[in-house]
């Protein structure tokens, strides 16, 4: 019984008490306490094995410690079982309908039968919920919109995920010889932090082959539409792709289309307006008289051209600042993988990590990285066996040691992520956070503090002279946590006034700062270094998907901290 696995019971039977009218109290209880779990390095079930109490834990009650032990101990929860005996799981998707609220969606439910979020469109378009009492015309019409988001945020998945099923189905995809080219388009290309569907475009002159092969992809649950060029299916979660089979000559047009977003594509239709031309999927047409001919359409380049506009990198194709970046002459080259020379954030086996510092140095070393911070957490982390005083020095001086055995340029700093206390203050004392390279500062405890509290603990660390950067400034993670309510306008002109710089985390489920936050920190003058936070060898990887969202606010080397030498970074932060 995995932690996170234990978090997603709790999590359930908190959704299903909601459902049956359980005090908000409680509910908290569970839900927080789920949270913890998710989150604790340890694992829950050794913890119980080896006699622990889990009431120790912040976060954690009686009702919850129970509940832990019952699920390690017999691998289910008989009150869960008993409240899935009544209720069908598919009628929690109920509760996610803004407007409806756990009480109408119990009403619903007992009164009018329903269990999912088909059944009860139909009903609202009907007019059968205005008849329950509390239920009014106005109601109604909120709900019927509510359940369009609820069906939406269900369905989407982090980058990340569709990144695996977009390599496997690519790899499918190119084994049938009738696929000339293909290409995923929509918010997958674009880089997206999370995806909604896939948007599969294929060059071929021969559709039926190539929906054939498509028809028979293995993951395949069922087949939403088929026409002759145009196909629909859904895979495992209802995890929808679509295909469009298009000529060579409407390759880069259709591309182009269906990369989006929507909002660039009536910016660029816009362009083609005012030069008297027309854009659709299929290509760009002059009009003359009442005669369109077509122009362009076989690559983006061609497209693009036409309009007088470089190729826009897709990661920014959001109407957002893409025309700014046109119009300097040439674009500037938004950041790529290959630019990053340190990674400035991981633990090791000494708090919550599984490698050693020497496995995390090799292993950064091989992918061509320059220099490394060892940054495991500060005593406060108590749950991640966080370092106090005596053992981070003596981390330290294994560090020093290993700078001088190994023969290599290669840098291993002396780091720490430090956490700012839930009253204000850093965790470990000044004397011995001005020995370190590398001070990170972080947010783990008091997350739901009110705006102005979070604020001020997060800028008085920026305020502290030994504090090089903030790490997770926000603290979201990705359909699953809400971001500390934190002004990050105040955050942005406190980093800028001291030097000092802030996260973007590149860890999938974090993506921290996100795409909006960088284009702002970035107009405030803020570097942003963007580290893995990993946790194991593997995690170094996630460097690719903070690249990802840099280039989607748009920033180039030049923005990013760790693109530099660290010469040359301790140089940008000494202040003057
Ligand atoms: P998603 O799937 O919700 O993560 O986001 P997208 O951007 O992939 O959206 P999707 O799959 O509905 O459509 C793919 C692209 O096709 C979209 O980014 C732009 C283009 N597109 C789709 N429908 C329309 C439309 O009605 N108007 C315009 N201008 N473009 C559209
Ligand atoms: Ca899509
Ligand atoms: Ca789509
Ligand atoms: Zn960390």
Not at 268 to 290: S, T
Request: glycine fraction near 8%.
């Amino acid at each position: 019984m995995t932690n996170q696995k234990i978090a997603q019971m709790l999590e359930l039977l908190a959704d299903l008490m909601e459902f049956q009218g359980a005090n908000a109290f409680r509910l908290r209880a569970y839900r927080n306490g789920a949270r913890v779990i998710r989150d604790m390095p340890d694992s829950v079930a050794k913890l119980l094995e080896n006699g622990e109490d889990l009431v120790q834990f912040d976060g954690i009650g009686k009702g919850v410690a129970g509940k832990c032990k019952e699920l390690v101990e017999t691998g289910g929860l008989e009150q869960l079982d008993a409240m899935l005996e009544e209720v069908p799981r598919t009628v929690l998707d109920l509760l996610n309908v803004p407007k409806l609220g756990p009480k109408k969606a119990a009403a619903v439910f007992n009164q009018l039968g329903i269990v999912n979020l088909e059944q009860l469109e139909a009903a609202c378009m009907e007019g059968q919920l205005r008849q329950l009492a509390g239920f009014g015309e106005k109601t109604e019409k909120a709900i019927l919109e509510g359940i369009a988001i609820a069906v939406a945020a269900n369905q989407r998945i982090l980058w990340s995920k569709a990144d695996q099923i977009v390599t496997e189905l690519r790899k499918y995809m190119l084994a049938e010889p009738a696929v000339n080219r293909l290409e995923f388009a929509g918010s997958y290309r674009r880089g997206k932090e999370t995806v909604g569907d896939l948007d599969l475009l294929v060059d071929s002159d021969d559709p039926s082959a190539v929906m054939n092969h498509f028809a028979q992809f293995e993951s395949i649950q069922s087949t939403i539409m088929r026409g002759e060029t145009k196909m629909s299916v859904r895979l495992e979660k209802e995890f929808q792709v679509d295909l469009r089979v298009v000529p060579e000559a409407s390759f880069g047009a259709a591309l182009q289309y269906f990369t989006g977003s929507k909002d660039h594509n009536v910016l660029v239709r816009g362009r083609a307006r005012q030069a008297g031309l027309k854009i659709n999927e299929w290509g760009v047409y002059r009009m003359e008289g009442d005669q369109e001919e077509w122009i362009a359409g076989r690559s983006e380049q061609e497209v693009y051209e036409t309009l007088d506009l470089p190729v826009f990198p897709a990661e920014i194709r959001e109407s957002r600042r893409e025309l700014e970046w046109a119009e300097s002459n040439p674009p500037p080259t938004l950041i790529e993988l290959e630019d990053i020379l340190g990674d400035l954030h991981m633990h090791t086996t000494a708090t919550d990590g599984r490698a050693t510092i020497e496995e995390m140095a090799d292993a950064a070393k091989a992918r061509g990285l320059h220099y490394i911070a060892i940054t495991d957490h500060s005593q406060r982390v108590t749950m991640a066996n966080g370092l106090d005083a005596e053992r981070l020095l003596a981390q330290w001086r294994t560090i020093d040691q290993l700078n001088r055995e190994r023969e290599d340029d290669f840098i291993i700093l002396k780091g720490i992520e430090c956490d700012i206390l839930e009253a204000g203050g850093m965790d470990l004392p000044d004397e011995v956070l001005s020995k370190a390279d590398w001070v990170i500062a972080s947010v783990h405890y008091g997350q739901r503090q009110p705006r102005q509290q979070i604020t001020d603990r997060i800028v008085g660390a920026l305020r502290n002279p030994y504090v090089s950067m903030v790490a997770h400034p926000t603290g979201r993670l990705i359909n699953k946590r809400e971001p500390y309510d934190v002004d990050l306008v105040a955050v942005f002109q406190a980093a800028a006034e001291c030097k000092k710089l802030l996260e973007l985390n590149a860890n999938p489920k974090r993506l921290d700062l996100n795409d909006v936050h960088l284009l702002a920190a970035q107009s405030h003058g803020v570097p942003i270094v963007i580290n893995t936070d990993a946790h194991r060898i593997e995690g170094l990887a996630d460097m690719k998907y903070g690249i990802k969202q840099a280039r989607r606010g748009c920033l180039t080397a030049g923005d990013v901290a760790n693109t530099l030498s660290w010469e040359a970074m301790k140089k940008l932060m000494r202040r003057s």
